[in-house]
């Protein structure tokens, strides 16, 4: 029994012992390593220079008469060498680089486009016939949206959100599909204008005073420094309704369509093949269930907004308007008659 154990016991000391060293430990021993794996070749025939054998042998030298820390250095220089290794990708697309830094409406290419899938349509099976001056053809029977006409009306779309924005006007974004949240605010930022993202409560626009009396409401001068003196005025005004209206989704926002239409609220949507142009004002045939192309139109269209705003705080720092100022006057009298309130304090003056 005893001898077996101390055989045992022998014999592992010999395993360890045989046993090779780890792969980054190799190289640090300061000894002097005897090359006698290196074959043997006949000088005459293979010039020192010319020996592929030579320079290994070389370095291995080199790296024994450094110390372990100069030895440990060159194996992570050589580690993270080895790391950086592969093809490198200069261009990748990232999908929060759409919403966080929109391009111009001036930027907008047909590559553009077509990597955010706007020109792919419906079933043909599905398609309204008022979308076949935006149709460029059909593929495996689905429709395909020309992207020449999605640009121009893009452009058109771009250029009218500009202006409104320059002259002052209140600009509503309106995206209530799921993904389309980050989008619209963004857009809403850029623009300085107002965001729906959840649902559009009916009868904002037709009954606004009822259902958005409540909201508070502020006058600005033209460089949007709140003015606080005519808080008081604002009391007996009506809701204010926006200028513009921007739907990434028209067909789950008939009854906001329907409102705008009612009040010669201008509109500006995304219709795709199944949807009906005559809806909104302003349409821009692309694709509405892609998020990738509704957030690129999303922040092309704040980007002109911002454009517009940007213009119109120059002009108001130079002293000039691209709209006539309201007085205080005008800021009491009542917005249907035109005339003072009955028992306000304009009114009693006039008659006395």
């Known amino acids: ?55 290994v042998v070389q370095a291995s030298r080199q790296s024994a008469q450094v110390n372990p820390r100069q030895q440990w250095g060159e194996l992570e220089k050589r580690r993270h060498k080895f790391n950086n290794l592969g093809t490198s990708v200069q261009e990748s697309y990232d999908p929060e680089d759409i919403i966080r830094n929109p391009p111009k409406p001036s930027d907008v290419t047909l590559e553009m486009l077509l990597a955010a899938g706007t020109h792919l349509g419906h079933s043909t099976s599905r398609w309204n016939p008022q979308n076949s001056r935006y149709i460029f053809g059909i593929r495996e029977g689905v429709h395909i949206i020309s992207l020449d006409v999605t640009a121009a009306y893009l452009r058109r779309a771009a250029k009218v959100v500009e202006e409104v924005a320059a002259r002052g006007g209140i600009i509503l974004f309106a995206g209530t599909r799921k993904g389309q949240k980050r989008a619209v605010v963004r857009a809403a930022e850029l623009a300085k204008g107002y965001h729906i993202f959840e649902r559009w409560i009916p009868g904002s626009l037709t009954n606004g005073q009822q259902i958005l009396g409540h909201c508070a409401t502020k ?78 139109i999303a922040g092309i269209l704040g980007r002109a907004g911002e454009a517009g705003q940007k213009r119109r705080l120059e002009m108001a720092a130079q002293g000039k308007t691209a709209y006539e100022p309201i007085t205080a006057r005008q800021l009491r009298l009542d917005p249907l008659t035109g005339q003072a309130p009955p028992g306000s304090e304009l009114e009693k003056g006039k008659q006395g």
């Open 1 to 55: 029994m005893i001898v077996r154990k101390l055989c045992v016991g022998q014999s592992r000391q010999l395993l360890a012992l045989n046993r090779r060293a780890p792969a980054y430990t190799r190289f640090l021993s300061t000894e002097t390593p005897v090359d006698t794996a290196a074959p043997t070749l006949p000088k005459e025939s293979i010039a020192p220079a010319e020996n592929p054998l030579h320079e």
């Open 219 to 296: 006058v600005v001068n033209a460089m949007d420094q709140e003015l606080p003196e005519f808080q008081a005025d604002l009391a007996d005004r009506g809701s204010v309704k926006p200028d513009l209206v921007v739907v990434l989704n028209p067909l789950e926002n008939v009854v906001l369509l329907h409102e705008c239409g009612l009040n010669n609220v201008p509109t500006i949507g995304i219709v795709d093949t199944d949807a009906d142009p005559t809806r909104v004002t302003y349409p821009i045939p692309a694709n509405d269930d892609t998020l990738r192309g509704t957030c690129l």
